[in-house]
């Protein structure tokens, strides 16, 4: 399973430094085997070695250049990171990223060979608007993306549910990401308030191949309980 930790604007580059000592030492005590990924803020990208993966909350799609305000590849290159988080929700709907924008930061990291690590979800309003209405929106998420690169890791995030404490229930989560498997074959996340009083349940549903958690997995040892969550499951 794929256990994703998204530190969003949170955790200084001494405090993540920390964290992924703390994480390590817990990940090995326990025998973690599954794939563990932790996305840091920009400023605290570091280069690491070991169990868990570092990767980039973001970066404009380019080498380089004239981007006010954003990174590189090649600031990514220089820490080792050749993962990248694309279409979080708050980067679409906060930050005003459009899908057209999306689709060539993705076609950029993927010639790159970045593992990516794809977001889609619906906001309130549109899951209330029926399940067509909320499949076809959800379907222009995936436009223009090449479902079938062999890196790439999509996570179902419903808008509403990230931060708040709300989940869908086991049964929507299961018929959606059923739904969604057919879109594409990639390992398929869902994310939005998981935590460890959760990860068990969310993790035993078909369909759910991982979880990628925000605000829950501040803490080290708490998101290393949903590692050790994750490993239980996959043994049965
Ligand atoms: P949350 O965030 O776990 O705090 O709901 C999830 C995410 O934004 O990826």
Redesign the pocket.
């Known amino acids: 399973m794929i256990i994703a930790a998204?530190l969003?604007t949170n955790l200084t580059r001494a405090e993540t430094l920390e964290y992924l000592k703390s994480l390590e030492s817990c990940l090995s005590k326990s025998s973690i085997t599954q794939e563990v990924l932790v996305f840091p803020a920009t400023s605290s990208i570091v280069a690491h070695n070991g169990k868990i993966i570092v990767g980039a909350q973001n970066a404009h799609g380019a080498i380089k250049g004239a981007f006010t305000g954003e990174i590189g590849s090649m600031h990514l290159d220089e820490f080792g990171i050749k993962t990248i988080l694309i279409g979080?929700?708050?980067r679409r709907h906060v930050l005003g990223e459009s899908q057209e924008e999306l689709v060539k930061k993705f076609d950029f990291y993927k010639n790159l060979g970045f593992k990516i690590v794809y977001c889609v979800g619906e906001p309130l309003e549109v899951r209330e608007s029926g399940f067509d209405n909320m499949m076809e929106y959800i379907s222009k998420q995936y436009e223009g993306i090449d479902t079938n690169y062999e890196n790439l890791i999509i996570?179902y995030?419903p808008v509403w549910?990230?931060?708040?404490g709300l989940t869908p229930t086991n049964e929507d989560i299961a018929s959606l990401h059923k739904e969604l498997k057919k879109k594409s074959a990639s390992a398929l996340l869902y994310?939005?308030?998981?935590k460890v009083s959760n990860a068990k349940e969310v993790l035993s549903i078909d369909a759910v191949d991982g979880i990628?958690?925000?605000?829950?997995?501040l803490n080290a040892q708490d998101f290393c309980e949903m590692c050790k969550i994750a490993q239980e499951i996959e043994k049965n």
Do not use: M, Q, R
């Not at 994310?191 to 998981?194: E, I």
């Open positions: 998204n969003k979080h929700s708050e996570a995030e549910a990230i931060g708040t994310g939005g308030s998981v990628l958690v925000g605000g829950a997995a």
